[in-house]
Each structure stands twice: as C-alpha cells, then as structure tokens.
Nanobody, 126 residues
Framework: VQLQASGGGLVQAGGSLRLSCAVSGGTFSRYHMGWFRQAPGKEREFVAA????????SYADSVKGRFAISRDNAKNTVYLQMNSLKPEDTAVYYC????????????????????WGQGTQVTVSS
C-alpha cells in the first residue's frame, strides 16, 4: 500500500489549505485513515482520523472547529481541509492508513497505523 500526500505550502495566518492523500495498492475502503503532524523538535501528534465508511471522525482539540477530514472511497483519497490556520499549525503533515477490520471507530494513536505517506510541509506565517 502506497500513500502520496500533497497540497502543502506556505500560507498566511488565517488562510486555508486542503491536503490530499491518494492511496494505491490496496482496497481503500477497508482502511481507517488519519492525519498526523510533526513540528521541528517535537514528537509526531494526532490531527484527525476518519472511519472506513467515513461516517465517524475524530479531531485533536487543537484543530477542532478549524480542520475537517473527509474521504472519497471512489477516488481512493482522503482529504484534510484546514481553515483559520495559525503559525502553530506549521509542521510536516503525514497521512496514514490502518487495516483493523474489527474496529469501527476512528483511530487516534500512531502505533495503530500500518502505512504512512511521505509527508507534506505546511508553513503558516504570522
């Protein structure tokens, strides 16, 4: 399974970006999907996750109300819409996929994910 993240860039505080993650090599609808981020000098942290069906989502408190995760199972793609961006959102953003057929809720721990994309840089200027 391969994951290809895209959509990062440089944006001013208050602006928006939409990240995409295209998945190939597996049956996309079988995977829970998540977004994580890692800022310089910090550990990787959970951002958002979505269940296999797309019916349930979960967010870190720091992004609730500003970010939205969605998926298009027909396009094998998961998205992260980021609005009202802040300088503290600056990080490399990673998408991840998890095959846990017996779990129906979104997964929020990085060690629950099996496959990772290469990351895309998001920089928010003040």
């Amino acid at each position: 399974v391969q994951l290809q993240a895209s959509g990062g860039g440089l944006v001013q505080a208050g602006g928006s970006l939409r990240l995409s993650c295209a998945v190939s090599g597996g049956t996309f609808s079988r995977y829970h999907m998540g977004w994580f981020r890692q800022a310089p000098g910090k550990e990787r942290e959970f951002v958002a996750a979505i269940s296999r069906s797309g019916g349930t989502t979960s967010y870190a408190d720091s992004v609730k109300g500003r970010f939205a995760i969605s998926r298009d199972n027909a396009k094998n793609t998961v998205y992260l819409q980021m609005n009202s961006l802040k300088p503290e959102d600056t990080a490399v953003y990673y998408c991840a996929a998890s095959y846990r057929p017996y779990i129906v809720v979104p997964l929020t721990e990085s060690n629950e994910y099996d496959y990772w994309g290469q990351g895309t840089q998001v920089t928010v200027s003040s």
